[in-house]
């Protein structure tokens, strides 16, 4: 099964705010807005991506995740 190289990055900043800014104003619309963000980045091979938490700004919250990307392109059909 594939999955689109942001995936893993959006679920991980569902998780956080879950857990931690359900109670904030526009938690579940912060989300849809990276996700979007996310799928309209231009991502090259070998660079690094961070997320960080949307509300890092207003609080102490310093939850990131990081992640590598690498294309490996296989033959076209």
Not at 17 to 33: P, T
Not at 59 to 70: A, L, P, Q, S, T
Request: aromatic content about 10%; proline content about 3%; some cysteine.
């Amino acid at each position: 099964m594939e999955t689109i190289w942001y995936e893993p990055f959006i679920h991980a900043l569902r998780i956080h705010i879950e857990e931690n800014h359900l109670d904030q104003r526009g938690a579940i619309d912060e989300l849809r807005m990276t996700e979007e963000e996310y799928a309209y980045m231009e991502v090259g091979d070998d660079e690094k991506i961070t997320l960080g938490c949307p509300w890092s700004s207003h609080c102490d919250c310093d939850w990131r995740v990081e992640g590598h990307i690498v294309i490996k392109l296989r033959g076209f059909q």
